[in-house]
T-cell receptor
């Protein structure tokens, strides 16, 4: 259980275009999802928290107008990289939060990531 | 910022136990410790989590010190497929009253040698 599907797994786009990445929770409802970015040989950096039905909460230093997040349903969050530039090339990973049974414990499941290359 | 520190790398012989340490001296009383691992170019995989009691599952054991300022992840019989970056994470409160979140530190690169 608690499977997260992320698509596409890789994408190459031209500089100046926009790219959309999808993150779906397949067997649970995710009111909260998270988007991370990872540069080569570095750790994951949290970009934003995506909340179903409301605006995303962005981490300090992350441009909300450049990285548009939409969480319109309980199973889908999307990240759109607008006007992409070569420096946006990175590995983008989503994560979904889910409740473990009726307890107050939460799990966090990650997608398989999207390798974005901007040329 | 991450609230954990880990050694950047460790080696382990195949079949032996791998003990990965983590310091989280500023952890608060209600903050959980999570362990994930990431194999190259994949999303992080959940291993185990705990609050103050030791935990064990089919993958690993988690030993948390009584003062909760450090913990150790134990892979009882490491295999070559356990080679990965292991992240110890303290779940932190969200900003602006939002959801709690996982903030990753730099992790430990574990190499299991034949």
């Amino acid at each position: 259980g608690a499977v997260v599907s992320q698509h596409p797994s890789w994408v190459i786009c031209k500089s100046g275009t926009s790219v959309k990445i999808e993150c779906r929770s397949l067997d649970f409802q995710a009111t909260t999802m998270f988007w991370y970015r990872q540069f080569p040989k570095q750790s994951l950096m949290l970009m934003a928290t995506s909340n179903e039905g409301s605006k995303a909460t962005y981490e300090q230093g992350v441009e909300k107008d450049k990285f548009l997040i939409n969480h319109a349903s309980l199973t889908l969050s999307t990240l759109t990289v607008t006007s992409a530039h070569p420096e946006d090339s990175s590995f983008y990973i989503c994560s979904a939060k889910w409740r473990q049974g009726v307890s107050l414990h939460y799990g966090y499941t990650f997608g398989s990531g999207t390798r974005l290359t901007v040329v | 910022d991450a609230k954990t520190t880990q050694p950047p790398s460790m080696d382990c012989a195949e079949g032996r136990a791998a003990n990965l340490p983590c310091n989280h001296s500023t952890i608060s009383g209600n903050e959980y410790v999570y362990w994930y691992r990431q194999i190259h170019s994949q999303g992080p995989q959940y291993i185990i989590h705990g609050l103050k009691n030791n935990e064990t599952n089919e993958m690993a054991s988690l030993i948390i010190t009584e003062d909760r300022k450090s913990s150790t992840l134990i892979l009882p019989h490491a295999t070559l497929r356990d080679t990965a970056v292991y992240y110890c994470i303290v779940r932190v409160a969200g900003t602006q009253g939002g959801s709690e979140k996982l903030v990753f530190g730099k992790g430990t690169k574990l190499t299991v040698n034949p």
